[in-house]
């Protein structure tokens, strides 16, 4: 069984590409190969320029790719700033660093160099991530890959189960990380969130791509269309 069929996907700087489709349309796989989570039987990943080879979560990020995850992969119990640094903590200078004291006077301030950046509104960095809103875990997620990502950023349905308000400051902060220069591939079922969002529309089908669509030339029913097979191939 094919997950993904052939494929071929664009990604241009500092805009808002979405992955719509149906469940099974290959959207979250597609992703996953892209961040290096999974490897491709077959086909060419081109980054920059430069023709990639095998491919680990590693080795994207060390070309300033991240991904959010619906489960975020939060550390529930540590703060917002433990968790922007979750795995790269920052050691302090001199002997203690080399003993393995942490910074976590130079991780808070840059956690709320980045929460500010972004507009994010976190009410205290030193409470633990359990105690907030999904919106504002959500913000933690966003915000951790932004202080790391310097080229791309895949989210994994960023929207779901939250509010509308906590939403709109979802979907506010995904064009405060494309203002900021780094692109941003969204996937989401939410149609009308994806027009508001997005700068492209792409349309997975059955492991395919299907269609192409500049988001402020197509409305919810083209692409409905082009989700269910019921629009032709013209614009792939």
Do not use: C
Not at 11 to 28: M, R
Not at 199 to 219: K, N, P, Q, T, W
């Amino acid at each position: 069984m094919e997950a993904l069929r052939g494929v071929d996907l664009v990604i241009g700087p500092a805009e808002i590409v979405a992955l719509v489709g149906d469940n099974g349309a290959g959207k979250s796989t597609l992703v996953k190969v892209l961040s290096g989570v999974l490897s491709p039987d077959r086909g060419e990943i081109w980054f920059s320029g430069q023709r990639l080879g095998h491919q680990s979560p590693l080795a994207a990020r060390g070309l300033g790719i991240e991904t959010v995850y619906q489960d975020l992969a939060l550390a529930e119990d540590l703060s917002p700033h433990a968790n922007l640094f979750l795995g790269r903590e920052m050691l302090r200078p001199g002997v203690l660093g080399r003993l393995g004291f942490l910074d976590n006077t130079e991780m808070r301030k840059r956690a709320k160099d980045t929460f500010e950046t972004l507009g994010v509104d976190m009410p205290t960095i030193n409470a633990a991530v359990a105690n907030l809103s999904g919106g504002q875990r959500q913000a933690v997620a966003v915000s951790r890959a932004m202080t790391w990502a310097s080229k791309v950023v895949f989210m994994d349905e960023p929207t779901a189960a939250l509010g509308v308000i906590q939403t709109r400051t979802v979907l506010d902060l995904i064009r405060r990380v494309r203002d900021a220069g780094i692109s941003v591939v969204l996937i989401s079922h939410n149609l009308p969130e994806v027009l508001q969002t997005a700068d492209r529309i792409e349309v997975l089908r059955l492991g395919r791509r299907v269609a192409s669509f500049a988001a402020a030339d197509v409305g919810i029913d083209e692409l409905t269309r082009a989700m269910t097979g019921a629009l032709t191939e013209a614009h792939a």
